[in-house]
């Protein structure tokens, strides 16, 4: 299987000369970043595990494998772009457009990158996308605990429309369904 589903692309997100924001699609040698970006996601949560760094290191890499493997059979026509500001790689964008919606599949940055404008450009550029294509939503899920992501998503004009547990699915509607 291969591991993205598509070629390359670039997009160039600068805008007002502000940090220089682009996207690229995905490719077998960022692997190694983005496996260290998901490691960034979910230090926190095992920094009270009593595991050696080396048991640490090769369980997020598990997991990480199985994340991805997961995602590009699930979505297989799904966009999966890497996030790179000033020529260096931040953050992870996976999209997938269906006859639903477009579903923000994981939105994720370095914890440097975090609350400096550049998750909310990005959801302004994948609700632009949205609005391009006909999609009738745009819409995630998140995690209930994680606060900062949940501000982000209000501010922007997503909604609360399903609460479970572990997953909150959040949406903005952008055209009637029927329409």
Known sequence: MSPFPRGGCVL???SDG???LTLRQAEVQDLGFLCDLYASFRAHELSCVPWTSSEKAAFLTDQFILQHEQFVRRFPNGAF???????RPVGRLYLNLADDGLLIVDIGLRPETRRLGVGRRLLEWAEAQALNTGAPRLWLHVAPWNGAALALYQ??????VESAQTLLTMEKRLRDPAS
Do not use: K, M, Q, S
Request: net charge negative; proline share 0%; glycine share 22%.
């Open 18 to 20: 502000g940090v220089g």
């Open 155 to 160: 501010a922007a004009g997503l909604r609360l």
């Open 12 to 14: 160039d997100l600068t």
């Open 81 to 87: 772009w890497v996030v790179e500001a000033e020529g």
